[in-house]
């Protein structure tokens, strides 16, 4: 099983990124996709996640600006970045859990706020 991530970049303070994430491989069936931050320093942050058939959920500093979504046909999850702030900085990372529970992790893709 192979995640590629894209659409990170620079970016100024109440602009928009979109995230992708495709997952190729031997897959039956996503239980779960979700989108991780990294500051440096910091561990891993769940920013958004969703489940197979259930709703979305967000850290509460991305509520109503982050959108999570997911195209089962394509098993492909996006993220949809607005109004970011200089504080949504990070390397995000994509991460699938498998209905054998198996998860999988994306390389990392840079996203920087910055003026």
């Known amino acids: 099983v192979q995640l590629q991530a894209f659409g990170g970049g620079l970016v100024q303070p109440g602009g928009s990124l979109r995230l992708s994430c495709a997952v190729s491989?031997?897959?039956?069936?996503?239980?779960?996709m979700g989108w991780y931050r990294q500051k440096p320093g910091n561990q891993r942050e769940l920013v958004a996640g969703?489940?197979?058939?259930?709703?979305?959920n967000y850290k509460d500093s991305v509520k109503g600006r982050f959108t999570i979504s997911r195209d089962n046909a394509k098993n492909t999850a996006y993220l949809q970045m607005n109004s970011l702030k200089p504080e949504d900085t990070g390397v995000y990372y994509c991460n699938v859990v498998l209905d054998n529970y198996v998860s999988y992790w994306g390389q990392g893709t840079l996203v920087t706020v910055s003026s």
């Open positions: 491989g031997s897959i039956f069936r996503i239980y779960f």
């Open positions: 969703i489940t197979s058939g259930g709703s979305p």
